[in-house]
């Protein structure tokens, strides 16, 4: 693929990878809730604490949204089929780059 896409092929592209992403896993990327206040601030904090939870996202995890910017960088720079890449992690994010890379042909 050649840089300099159009905004409608970029877009495209994106959910493109989105619905091999869902083949794979059973979900693509998904606006996911923001709970607010989640602590009541009687817990020694200094104030309420707010969180996005993630858990139904791809691979149950934020993980994934990272290495969509790696994805694409596979494909704008044609990265061969097959390139090893080193990524770690832990627990259940370490799913997402499974996900993500055989989604993107790069899984071994």
């Known amino acids: ?63 994934a949204r990272h290495l969509m910017g790696l994805i694409l960088h596979m494909l704008v720079d044609e990265v061969p089929d097959g390139t090893r890449l080193p990524i770690s992690s832990c627990g259940n994010a370490a799913f997402a780059p499974g996900y993500g890379c055989g989604c993107a042909g790069s899984a071994d």
Not at 25 to 48: A, H, K, M
Not at 50 to 60: D, Y
């Open 1 to 63: 693929m050649a840089a300099g896409w159009s905004d409608e092929d970029f877009v495209w592209v994106v959910e493109d990878i989105d619905r091999a992403i869902a083949r794979t896993c059973g979900t693509g990327f998904r606006v996911t809730p923001f709970q607010e206040n989640i602590s009541s601030g009687d817990d020694g904090l200094p104030g309420p604490v707010s969180a996005k939870v993630e858990t139904g996202n791809v691979a149950g995890s934020h993980k």
